[in-house]
């Protein structure tokens, strides 16, 4: 089967064992957005691939993962090189995740957006995910949209800024290094112009 007509290859992790998984596993791109926060974006994405090769499976499965004993999953998380900076919290989010798409869409991640009538409705239950707020949430939706192939009626609108073409804005624009460039750049100018912002005020 050739990955590349049958699912888009995501570029997310500039890693080729995770970011194929990211790309075949809907769970996987879900459990990498989660973990983007506080650590490099690159190391996030990695972190189902890791978690996959160290539960011995070449996937993650929500019924698997959600079943799993807490400390047993933190410790998972937790072993060397940790999967993220908070491997505790974070493996429980990753479980919390599990749990719901188990409880609600049976385990498969892709029932979020199987039958969602507009962008509106997915960003909706997207921000009902466990650990997806807003701006998480309407990041993913950018990343449905422009690279999965989801695309309910005004997905653009309902992503915001993030779904605007070529905005350079989030892990939903990169395609490759130039674009992870362009990418790290507008977020180092937003960090620059909110901490110029915040001493405006103080003076």
Do not use: N
């Given at each position: 089967?050739?990955?590349?007509?049958?699912?888009?290859?995501l570029?997310?992790?500039?890693?080729?064992?995770?970011?194929?998984?990211?790309?075949?596993?809907?769970?996987?791109?879900?459990?990498?957005?989660?973990?983007d926060?506080q650590?490099?974006?690159?190391w996030a994405?990695?972190?189902?691939?890791?978690?996959?090769r160290?539960m011995?499976?070449?996937?993650?499965d929500?019924h698997e993962?959600?079943?799993?004993?807490?400390?047993?999953?933190?410790?998972l998380l937790?072993?060397?090189?940790?999967?993220h900076r908070?491997?505790?919290s974070?493996?429980k989010r990753?479980?919390?995740?599990?749990q719901y798409l188990?409880?609600h869409?049976?385990?498969?991640?892709?029932?979020?957006?199987?039958?969602?009538g507009?962008?509106?409705?997915?960003?909706?239950?997207?921000?009902?995910?466990?650990g997806f707020?807003k701006?998480?949430?309407q990041i993913?939706?950018?990343l449905l949209?422009k690279?999965?192939?989801?695309?309910?009626?005004?997905?653009r609108e309902?992503?915001?800024a993030?779904?605007?073409?070529?905005?350079?804005?989030?892990?939903?624009?990169?395609?490759?290094p130039?674009?992870?460039a362009?990418?790290r750049?507008?977020?180092?100018?937003?960090?620059a112009?909110?901490?110029?912002a915040?001493?405006?005020?103080?003076?």
């Amino acid at each position: 089967m050739d990955a590349d007509t049958d699912s888009p290859a995501l570029h997310l992790a500039q890693d080729p064992e995770a970011d194929e998984l990211l790309s075949r596993s809907r769970l996987a791109a879900l459990t990498g957005m989660l973990l983007d926060q506080q650590v490099p974006m690159e190391w996030a994405f990695k972190g189902p691939a890791t978690i996959a090769r160290r539960m011995g499976t070449d996937d993650l499965d929500a019924h698997e993962i959600a079943a799993q004993d807490p400390e047993a999953f933190a410790a998972l998380l937790a072993e060397k090189p940790a999967v993220h900076r908070y491997p505790g919290s974070m493996a429980k989010r990753i479980q919390q995740l599990c749990q719901y798409l188990v409880e609600h869409y049976d385990g498969d991640a892709e029932g979020i957006w199987r039958d969602a009538g507009s962008g509106a409705e997915l960003l909706r239950r997207l921000q009902e995910l466990p650990g997806f707020g807003k701006q998480k949430a309407q990041i993913f939706l950018a990343l449905l949209g422009k690279q999965l192939g989801v695309t309910p009626t005004g997905w653009r609108e309902a992503a915001g800024a993030y779904g605007e073409a070529a905005a350079y804005r989030s892990v939903a624009d990169i395609t490759g290094p130039e674009s992870l460039a362009k990418v790290r750049a507008h977020k180092q100018e937003t960090k620059a112009a909110a901490k110029a912002a915040k001493g405006g005020e103080k003076s």
